[in-house]
């Protein structure tokens, strides 16, 4: 673990309450405290420990948590956050929906992209609707954005989940890479710290339970 800036924090949570989906079951989780910095953190947590409703809340999707307060510097565009794997998105052309982003993220390095789109094996796909990918090829096409789109905050839902062993050979090195960097924060949510990140020194390293 390294020891972070404090001054370079970019996310501040102290004491967090979140609700269960369920409103007749105790809250989710419970007095939860952490800071984000540059470099890679890691969210762990077991089935139903509420990962995924924590990233929600960071990127400003969730409204407000039962208790505890939040300090943050970055405005929504500064967090990333998206999901191309969203069946509402089924319609839209592969490469609608990476322009619609690039229009997003002020910093989106599109000189990265066609490195990834041969390292994905997403060239046959980008002129597809959605809804005819698989559920891997969806993925690949969410993290492309992620290494490219230069966000302050890059926030990952078990990324590993339905990738090919060359997709995630290549992950693992976007996410080394993203351990050593200084000006961009990220989170990845995962039930156990990926195999690739073994002896990888992370910011913070967040565990909800089994």
Partial sequence: MLSPDPSQAVYRAHGLSLA???PSQPPLIQGLSFELHPGLSLLRGGDGRGKTRCLRLIAGRLGAPL???IECSLAPADIFFEDPTDPALDAQLASAWLGGLRQRYAAWRADLEPALVEGFALAPHLDKPLYMLSAG?????GLLAAAVCGARLTLLDTPFAALDGRSIRLLGELLQEAAAQRERAWLVA???RPACL??????AEIDLGD
């Fill in 20 to 22: 269960h989906p369920d």
């Fill in 190 to 192: 995962d039930y156990e």
């Fill in 137 to 141: 090829s969806r993925r690949k096409l």
């Fill in 67 to 69: 208790a505890g307060q």
């Fill in 198 to 203: 073994q002896g990888i020194s992370l910011q």
